[in-house]
């Protein structure tokens, strides 16, 4: 069985304080056993307080974002090395909120997907529809465009080393978390769409849900056969949920 990964996305919330009580609370929480992995993704000034804090541990930090330029003159970003130096394992692409708010486009995320894989970063690829488009029924024809953009220029087997992440946007910080059986049958699509290319990279790719997990929600979803954890918001930012989605895999 794939282990499952419970992923938390602070996206734009943090401060010093905030991110050493979380972390020394997760740190405590995380010493009994467990079937999941667990990683984080504060924003960029939190990646040294992470790391100092993180280092040695079995809890894992990635940035919410990068720039696929290696350097220069691109005021506001970061490079896929400067997150090496705070010692990222991982690193969110296409994210919804960059896609809607800051105009990413699936190029875009197919740009940075590709250095992050080169620079030896975990990329966690983000797709999903709106609920315009659910109700519209492009779903699968969206998360289909959203994937393909990728694997047109890095093949299955940049997927080796990837994390897929099926974010539902009407699910995003809504509380209207997706029943097991819709995220399911988004995931089982997504599965297949590699299976048809190359079996084992299918079968050994992780595929997060994120859109309002919570303590409660968790183990219904991880339990589903092509749910292999979750990208969370919201409750990644207090020890006590965070913990109970980590206590819910069976
Ligand atoms: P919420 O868990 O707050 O809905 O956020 C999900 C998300 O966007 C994680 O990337």
Not at 142 to 163: H, I, P, T, Y
């Amino acid at each position: 069985m794939r282990k499952i990964l419970v992923a938390g996305n602070w996206k734009m919330h943090g401060s010093h304080a905030m991110v050493s009580e979380l972390l020394e609370g997760l740190l405590a929480g995380s010493e009994s056993p467990s079937n999941a992995d667990m990683a984080v993704f504060p924003p960029f000034p939190y990646l040294a307080q992470a790391s100092s804090m993180l280092e040695g541990s079995s809890i894992s930090w990635g940035a919410q974002n990068l720039n696929p330029a290696p350097k220069g003159a691109h005021t506001g970003e970061v490079s896929a090395a400067m997150l090496l130096e705070f010692g990222c394992s991982h690193v969110l692409v296409g994210h919804s909120e960059r896609r809607s708010i800051y105009g990413e486009t699936d190029e875009d995320v197919a740009d940075r997907f590709v250095t992050a894989l080169e620079s030896g970063l975990v990329p966690v690829l983000c797709v999903g529809e709106t609920l315009e488009q659910r109700e519209g029924g492009e779903t699968e024809s969206v998360v289909q465009r959203q994937l393909d953009a990728v694997l047109n220029r890095v093949g299955v087997g940049g997927f080796e080393r990837a994390v897929v992440a099926y974010e539902p946007v009407w699910a995003i910080g809504t509380g209207q978390t997706a029943t097991p059986e819709q995220a399911q049958e988004i995931h089982a699509f997504i599965r297949d769409k590699f299976a048809s290319q190359d079996d084992i990279i299918a079968g050994q790719l992780r595929i997060l849900y994120g859109g309002s997990v919570n303590g409660s929600n968790a183990a219904d979803l991880f339990a589903r056969e092509d749910i292999d954890g979750g990208l969370v918001g919201g409750a990644s930012l207090k020890v006590d949920d965070f913990l109970a989605i980590r206590n819910a895999v069976g």
